[in-house]
């Protein structure tokens, strides 16, 4: 599956927005998903990760409540909306994806996925 990350931008502290990840193929429900994130000068770390099923998932402790993943198997897109936005929040946002056999399975370790988007800016000011 390829993966296509799109709906970055520019917005004020407070603000919100909605992240798409758009997958090749027509296997898209045999992967669980992924969203992570590398800030300038940081390391890529863990954001939140869907089940192939959609039914199970988890997020980073310092965006739960404000950030929701989903899916939608049918159009082959997974999606990150993430509200109150905080200046914290500013980096490249990547998806990523591993096909698994398990319907209920996330993964937050990155080195789990097999593959990677090309990523999105998402940039907060103050």
């Known amino acids: 599956v390829q993966l296509q990350a799109s709906g970055g931008g520019l917005v004020q502290a407070g603000g919100s927005l909605t992240l798409s990840c758009a997958a090749s193929?027509?296997?898209?429900?045999?992967?669980?998903m992924g969203w992570f994130r590398q800030a300038p000068g940081k390391e890529r770390e863990f954001v939140a990760a869907i089940s192939r099923s959609g039914g199970r998932g988890d997020s980073k402790d310092s965006v739960k409540g404000r950030f929701t993943i989903s899916r939608d198997n049918d159009k082959n897109t997974m999606y990150l909306q993430m509200n109150n936005l905080k200046p914290e929040d500013t980096a490249v946002y990547h998806c990523?994806?591993?096909?698994?056999?398990?319907?209920?399975?996330?993964?937050?370790?990155?080195?789990?996925?097999?593959?990677w988007g090309q990523g999105t800016l998402v940039t907060v000011s103050s």
């Open positions: 193929g027509r296997t898209f429900s045999r992967y669980a």
């Open positions: 990523a994806a591993v096909e698994t056999t398990y319907y209920s399975n996330y993964y937050k370790d990155e080195y789990e996925y097999t593959q």
